[in-house]
């Protein structure tokens, strides 16, 4: 009877001890002259639409961070798994493929950070351009 208790104030324990990721805030940019549509993509070919930003317009949204191996995410919808990030990509809306470009994200995951500040940029001609992303510790 004892251990049943036992495992079962061990048990609780657990449940109730949640740790949460920190949350890292992203900054995207449009620093260019046309319009352009930005998606996270995660694995398995799924991704989420960011909407079309602007010239000079920034979107902001919340993704978390691995502390263990630096890891980007975000809880799918219904919180019961983790949707990892693979990459951030944007183009000119309506021609993806002769246009897109890709936020490189591998320093982020190789530090830990509280803020990604990433921009790009639509030429005329060509695939965005996204430069070196900035971080904020």
Excluded at 26 to 36: E, K, S
Excluded at 67 to 94: F, S, W
């Amino acid at each position: 009877m004892r251990a049943i208790l036992f495992i079962t104030l061990a048990l609780a324990a657990c449940a109730s001890t949640s740790t949460t990721d920190p949350t890292v805030t992203v900054n995207l940019h449009n620093d260019g002259a046309r319009p352009m549509q930005c998606r996270i993509q995660f694995g398995h070919w799924v991704d989420r639409d960011l909407g079309v930003l602007a010239p000079a317009a920034v979107t902001t949204f919340q993704i978390q961070q691995q502390p263990k191996d630096g890891a980007l995410y975000v809880e799918r919808d219904d919180g019961q798994r983790r949707m990892m990030i693979e990459t951030i990509y944007c183009h000119a809306p309506n021609d993806l493929q002769a246009t897109v470009g890709q936020v490189d994200l591998a320093p982020a995951r190789a530090a830990r950070t509280r803020e990604i500040n990433a921009s790009c940029v639509l030429p005329e001609i060509g695939h965005a351009q996204c430069r070196p992303i900035a971080l904020k510790p």
